[in-house]
C-alpha cells in the first residue's frame, strides 16, 4: 500500500515562509507526477501545485510566484516551499499524486497563517 506522510507545517505570521515536506514509500515515486493540495476550513480540498517526473511545475493562480513545488526522486519525498504567506493559506496540506490516488491520501499537516 502506497503511504505518503507530510511534515513540516506549524504556526507563522502573515509574510512568513514555511517548507512542507512529502515522504513517500511503497511505490515508484520517480515515475509519478505528484502534487500538493489543501482543504481550508469549509473549503473543497484543491490543487496547489504538482511537479511531473522530469520537473515541470504547475501552481494554482492563487499561489502563483509564492510557493514553489521541487522533488527529490532519490530520496522519494516532494517539498513545499511557501514564502509571503497569507491568513488565506491556512489549511490542512496534503501531497499524492496527481490526479491524486483516492485511497493514498495522508494524515495532512496543518499550516495556519495568523498573527
Known amino acids: 500500500q502506497v503511504q505518503l506522510v507530510e511534515s513540516g507545517g506549524g504556526l507563522v505570521q502573515p509574510g512568513g515562509s514555511l517548507s512542507l515536506s512529502c515522504a513517500a514509500s511503497r511505490m515508484m515515486f520517480r515515475i509519478y507526477t505528484m502534487g500538493w493540495y489543501r482543504r481550508a476550513p469549509g473549503k473543497q480540498r484543491e490543487l496547489v501545485a504538482s511537479?511531473?517526473?522530469?520537473?515541470?511545475?504547475n501552481y494554482a493562480d492563487s499561489v502563483k510566484g509564492r510557493f514553489t513545488i521541487s522533488r527529490d526522486n532519490a530520496k522519494n519525498v516532494v517539498y513545499l516551499q511557501m514564502s509571503s504567506l497569507k491568513p488565506e493559506d491556512t489549511a490542512v496540506y496534503y501531497c499524492?499524486?496527481?490526479?491524486?490516488?483516492?485511497?493514498?491520501w495522508g494524515p495532512g499537516t496543518q499550516v495556519t497563517v495568523s498573527s
Open positions: 499524492n499524486l496527481y490526479p491524486p490516488g483516492l485511497n493514498y
Open positions: 511537479i511531473t517526473s522530469g520537473g515541470s511545475t
